[in-house]
């Protein structure tokens, strides 16, 4: 009896213990878990304040121009020769002079300038385009805009928000006193004197006046020689093949279907190939480089179709030639100065035949790493958009070169740097001066090249002429007052950058050494379509994008696509068109003013009196009475092509 009483109090302590045991345990391993939150919080503050100082996932190009059209870059002073295919951002001038016009994309956006034109892009990023519209007449055609989306056309008299999807134009007169604008589909807000007007689809409105606004409605004029040419060009847009393999969003497809053809190419899908190339040409030798804020050095592409196949994708050699290959089509693609890989351009190499920079287009599959300075998440997004690969293989990459501080990635096996010619040198001077690569390559031998440091960065500082790039210096420029004069804006543009030597001098003459990629939390993917994710992952199927494996030699992985129908953009994955119309305009930044120079911010909005509101309703009244009855059928023949009707002439000066 005694023995089971002793047996009994030794269960019962071994039991007690056991769970005093457990709860200590338990409640040690809440405390780390709370620990380990508050560690994790900070970095994932850091990382999502870190994302809103990424550069911009998209930019604009100057894809055509005719006449003389001149180019200033931000911060500068100097005017130069537009060159085609040069990316433009934030700051950046462009002026069409007399019987001149140009063609500007961004996006799916196309912004067309008339003769003795001015135009700066105050505002460009993922969601803003703020354009300050001096002189001269802009016509826009926006064919997509999400809830955050901002377009905004500032003159020295009124702002003008594009609200919808749709075709707009601006006239701002000679003196700077009187806008006009024009909207033939879509509808517009304009800010100015004191007050808001709406103009809506088959309106145009005038505005003369600063302070106090004479504001007028009437019917859409006469077709003239700009309406023409920009109608014409849309329609070839609406006609675009390529629509059907990468989204409308990518700026720079509108032009590769006049210059080369689809074929689906095994183990990479559907991918693209320039029609006529001379002989040696590769990928990123037909350009030069510039050094563009605030990514850094920007490859510029030479052919008319070189803006989307150097700034998204990647290159595969099949066969005998080169393939763009685009990858997931997702809304909108994160657009990057040049998707390649340097070699020998770190401090202290040279080559045999002296001090170069050389480089080779990155293969479907293979990270690319900036070299400017971006967030954790960034680098995730800019592969997953531009080619088909994992999220882990985009980390080992990472973690291998920018975690462990490895300036150089040897230790991967790039596809291209062994394809003969594949890989371009020039001289440091030829790079930095920003000289024609193709007149200045470097003779290395491949096995130099092929024993070479690769890396993600290049050790070049940027001097005036990076900056200003291949454009030769021109007399033409806009007029001095057109170039001082201020306009109205109901967003507040950031201030405009400093000269280039001003910013090395501040740097101590390391500004590109500066702009490193600095390790950041955990990233989360890109929004990719539901095919490109499970493509990423999936098995390969007979129709869709496979992951990345070198194909075998052969002209027989190639057949030409069939003639597909163009797809409309809803199809891409983007939501319909939000009327917002009834949104108040939104303030940018936190400052109570302006910091540009240029711009003095619109007058608050007051409430109408009653008479003003009857003012507005008898003017709209009017305007809606004369509209013809059958204004679609005649809106419809406007568009048609210049041989229905005899066009007028442009006259940019005094408005339409």
Not at 77 to 89: K, L
Not at 484 to 492: C, G, K, Q, W
Not at 526 to 541: D, G, I, L
């Amino acid at each position: 009896m005694n023995t089971h009483k002793l047996w009994a109090w030794i269960v019962l302590l071994a039991s007690f213990a056991f769970v005093l045991q457990l709860s200590t345990t338990a409640r040690a391993q809440d405390d780390g878990q709370d620990q380990n939150q508050v560690q994790n919080q900070e970095p994932n503050q850091d990382q999502d304040q870190d994302q809103t100082q990424d550069p911009p996932g998209r930019v604009a190009r100057l894809n055509f121009s005719q006449g003389s059209i001149s180019f200033r870059p931000a911060g500068e002073d100097d005017w130069v020769a537009g060159v085609p295919n040069r990316p433009m951002v934030s700051g950046d001038d462009l002026w069409a002079d007399e019987d001149s016009r140009a063609e500007v994309h961004v996006g799916s956006a196309a912004i067309r300038l008339g003769a003795k034109t001015g135009i700066t892009f105050l505002t460009l990023d993922d969601h803003t385009t703020q354009i300050r519209l001096a002189e001269g007449s802009l016509i826009v055609r926006v064919r997509h805009v999400d809830d955050d989306d901002s377009y905004e056309i500032d003159t020295p008299n009124i702002a003008f928000s594009l609200l919808q999807p749709g075709e707009y134009r601006v006239d701002v007169s000679e003196d700077g006193s009187q806008s006009i604008t024009t909207v033939w589909h879509g509808r517009g807000r304009v800010t100015g004197g004191g007050f808001n007007y709406t103009v809506v689809a088959n309106q145009s409105a005038t505005f003369t006046g600063s302070d106090h606004l004479d504001y007028e409605v009437a019917q859409l004029p006469d077709r003239d020689d700009l309406d023409t040419w920009a109608f014409e060009r849309d329609d070839r847009e609406d006609r675009a093949d390529s629509a059907n393999y990468v989204s409308r969003e990518m700026t720079g497809y509108e032009d590769l279907d006049e210059y080369g053809d689809w074929s689906y190419v095994a183990g990479y899908g559907p991918c693209w190939r320039p029609r006529a190339v001379v002989i040696g040409w590769a990928p990123y030798r037909f350009g030069h480089w510039a050094f563009i804020g605030p990514w850094g050095w920007t490859w510029v592409e030479d052919e008319p179709w070189g803006f989307a196949p150097f700034h998204y994708g990647r290159w595969a050699f099949v066969g005998a030639g080169w393939f763009w290959v685009p990858g997931p089509v997702v809304v909108r693609p994160i657009w990057a100065p040049a998707l390649v890989a340097f070699v020998g351009g770190g401090p202290g190499f040279r080559f045999s035949a002296g001090v170069g920079v050389g480089w080779f287009p990155l293969a479907p599959g293979e990270v690319y790493l900036p070299g400017y300075r971006v967030s954790r998440a960034y680098v995730n997004n800019v592969n997953l958009t531009n080619t088909m690969v994992s999220v882990t293989k985009v980390t080992n990459v990472y973690n291998t070169v920018i975690v462990n501080r490895s300036t150089t990635v040897n230790r991967i096996t790039y596809v291209n740097q062994r394809v003969n010619n594949g890989v371009t040198v020039v001289s440091h001077d030829a790079f930095v001066n920003a000289r024609p690569v193709a007149q200045n390559v470097m003779r290395v031998d491949s096995r130099e090249l092929a024993a070479a440091p690769v890396s993600h960065v290049v050790a070049a500082e940027p001097i005036h002429a990076s900056v200003t790039g291949a454009g030769r210096p021109v007399s033409v420029r806009p007029p001095a007052v057109v170039i001082s004069r201020p306009v109205v804006a109901v967003r507040t543009p950031p201030p405009l950058p400093r000269p280039i030597e001003q910013r090395q001098a501040q740097a101590g003459g390391r500004l590109n050494q500066q702009a490193l990629v600095r390790p950041m939390g955990a990233a989360q993917s890109a929004p990719v379509n539901a095919a490109a994710r499970s493509a990423s992952t999936a098995t390969p199927t007979k129709d869709g994008f496979r992951p990345f494996t070198q194909p075998n030699s052969g002209n027989n992985q190639v057949r030409p696509m069939p003639n597909a129908q163009p797809r409309v953009y809803e199809q891409q994955g983007t939501p319909q068109p939000v009327n917002r119309g009834t949104q108040q305009p939104q303030y940018r930044g936190t400052q109570p003013g302006p910091t540009h120079p240029l711009v003095r911010p619109a007058p608050p909005v007051q409430e109408r009196s009653p008479q003003q509101e009857q003012q507005q309703e008898q003017k709209f009244n009017q305007w809606h009475q004369e509209r013809p009855a059958s204004r679609p059928q005649q809106q419809q023949q406007q568009r048609e092509p210049p041989h229905s009707s005899p066009p007028k002439q442009e006259s940019p000066k005094k408005g339409r």
